[in-house]
């Protein structure tokens, strides 16, 4: 079997737990297994505070669990896995985030564009972090998602979707292992948001790029293909006391 058929896996984790408590309201994230591999479209779905965007910070080196048994981080490009665990233990919080910058790109719900940049240069953003040549591949990654005429535009001046696309845009650019998109579309309407939705999975699939996508609107997700995490969220009778249970 070749390796284009039979994918490495680039995330595989064992027993993760999340703890958190604040004001006698505790929540529980729970992972015991999960494998997600290289070009895979991931959609992890659930209603607000079910723990998605946790789930999404642990993927990303954001969010430290409380423990694992095992958290394997393996893009095609590394010749071996890399323990975040144990990056965890010993607080390699710069090592943590070369591989964040490096590897990864995450479009917020709010697009997060910073207001004093124009689209070209939060586009280039994390292409010129890594010191990557100007080779007009953001002008044609514009052109593709449809705001070329925008690039000298301050995101103030855009709609939302526009600010969405561009922090697609940015988040691809510098041709990361993955994209991580945390409701890349809950702010715009169904009809724009099946759009958006589209047009990015097949700009990420164009590149190999692996996609893990949170949101609450499985209908225009489940239409594009993407694997459903399963997924189970439990709460106690008083509301004080939440767990979620994610295997894929």
């Not at 409380?66 to 144990?86: A, C, K, M, R």
């Not at 709010?110 to 292409?127: A, E, F, Q």
């Amino acid at each position: 079997m070749t390796a284009e058929a039979n994918p490495i896996s680039i995330y595989q984790i064992r027993n993760l737990l999340l703890d958190r408590e604040s004001q006698g309201v505790s929540f529980r994230l729970a992972v015991p297994s999960l494998q997600i591999r290289q070009g895979e479209k991931i959609a992890l779905i659930g209603e607000s505070g079910c723990g998605k965007s946790t789930l999404l910070d642990i993927l990303a080196f954001i969010a430290q669990p409380t423990e694992s048994d095992g958290f394997l981080f393996h893009p095609e490009e590394l010749d071996v896995g890399v323990h975040i665990d144990y990056h965890w233990r010993k607080r390699n919080l710069n090592q943590l985030g070369d591989l964040r910058k490096k590897h990864i790109g995450y479009v917020m719900q709010t697009g997060g564009l910073l207001p004093y940049l124009n689209v070209r240069d939060n586009m280039n953003l994390s292409r010129h972090v890594l010191h990557q040549e100007d080779d007009g591949s953001v002008e044609q990654l514009a052109m593709q998602l449809g705001i070329a005429r925008h690039l000298n535009k301050l995101p103030e001046t855009l709609s939302t979707g526009e600010r969405q696309r561009v922090a697609i845009g940015r988040a691809l650019a510098h041709n990361p292992s993955i994209v991580i998109a945390d409701e890349p579309t809950a702010s715009v309407d169904p009809f724009a948001a099946e759009k958006i939705m589209s047009l990015f999975i097949s700009l990420a699939e164009a590149r190999n790029i692996t996609v893990i996508v949170a949101s609450h609107a499985w209908q225009h997700v489940n239409k594009l293909g993407l694997r459903r995490l399963s997924h189970h969220t439990q709460r106690s009778s008083d509301g004080r006391t939440t767990e979620t249970i994610v295997n894929g």
